[in-house]
């Protein structure tokens, strides 16, 4: 069985409409305001609209005020959105029906491992340190264990489960879910839901057309177009960003605080952060400064290359 979802072309006569969906973990950081600017574009060049989701899932880590702050910095940066913010920890009740549907399939089971238990079996996945699970759990007869357990989704077996997509920015991307990414988890041991149901759902009931986002999620794609697959919706097209890098070769992330937004909105105006980003993906020859609105003419995947973006951090 091979699943696919359509490329990026006009097969897909939906009005394009795109997202950005951060958690609100901490404040934006100049990885997160790449992402949001590429995705805005994207969206705006093709004449479509933006929608803003706040993934606060996490009920230990997400934060009411980070999430304040991630839209006054969208709102200061000129990334205006079109609909939302729409909040994931109130759409509880919707994540259930999914589940229920998944379970009355019986294409979920309960899992006991620990990730501790997990590494103890198997090395992590090429070079990533992605860990595949193995299906530990799978067979286990109901009752066999007590306690908190996780729910993973099911995948199919070895060479039955390939998807296959075309990425708007990598190509096609072929990946055999059993081996490359295993059983995954759609709710967590605490009860917390998982990343990939409530993406899914969510993306889908909001009419989704369009994920743009940083590559370091191109594995989880597949995953994504598996699941909504089975609960009956049309996967979105999915373009993935190169990641923006140090020059040590580190991801930039949120460790990093002298690149977060209160820092960088005390060094740079909104015009000078987004010219800097502009040249930095190649959409534009120069770091003078530009609007948001004054790029969306001009946009162009084809100006923005696939290797990772190296930032000198200290020239900042």
């Known amino acids: 069985m091979t699943m696919t ?3 990026n072309d006009n097969t897909d006569t939906r009005k394009v409409k795109g997202r950005f969906a951060p958690s609100p973990t901490g404040r934006m950081h100049l990885g997160n305001v790449f992402s949001a600017l590429l995705s805005w574009l994207s969206a705006k060049a093709q ?8 993934e606060d899932i996490d009920p230990q880590r997400s934060r ?6 991630i839209m006054d910095d969208l709102r200061w940066l000129g990334l205006d959105w079109d609909e939302g913010p729409y909040w994931q920890s109130r759409r509880g009740d919707i994540y259930e029906r999914c589940l229920a549907m998944l379970d009355s399939r019986h294409m979920t089971y309960p899992c006991y491992c620990t990730r501790a238990d997990i590494l103890a079996t198997q090395a992590p996945h090429e070079s990533d340190g992605r860990v595949v699970y193995k299906g530990t759990c799978r067979h286990l007869a109901p009752g066999t264990r007590k306690g908190a357990a996780a729910v993973r989704m099911k995948v199919p077996d070895e060479g039955e489960g390939i998807v296959s997509f075309i990425d708007g920015h990598y190509g096609k991307q072929t990946v055999d879910l059993t081996t490359q990414c295993g059983d995954f988890i759609v709710r967590r041991k605490d009860g917390a839901w998982a990343y990939q149901l409530a993406v899914v759902a969510d993306d889908a009931l909001m009419g989704i057309t369009e994920v743009v986002r940083g590559r370091d999620l191109l594995l989880s794609s597949p995953q994504q177009i598996y699941l909504a697959q089975e609960l009956g919706f049309t996967p ?3 373009t993935h960003l190169p990641l923006l890098c140090n020059t040590a070769g580190q991801r ?10 209160a820092a960088l909105r005390q060094r740079f105006t909104p015009q000078q952060l987004i010219g800097l980003l502009a040249h930095a993906a190649g959409l534009r ?7 948001a609105q004054e790029l969306i003419d001009t946009f162009s995947w084809d100006k923005i290359g696939t290797d990772d973006i190296v930032i000198d951090t200290t020239k900042l």
């Not at 020859?285 to 530009?290: D, E, G, L, S, Y």
């Open 64 to 69: 009411d005020e980070f999430a304040d702050l």
């Open 252 to 261: 930039l992330s949120k460790r990093d605080r002298s690149l977060d937004m």
């Open 5 to 7: 979802t359509q490329p």
């Open 236 to 238: 979105p097209h999915f």
């Open 285 to 291: 020859p120069t770091a003078a400064p530009v609007s």
């Open 47 to 54: 004449g479509g609209t933006w929608l803003l989701r706040i």
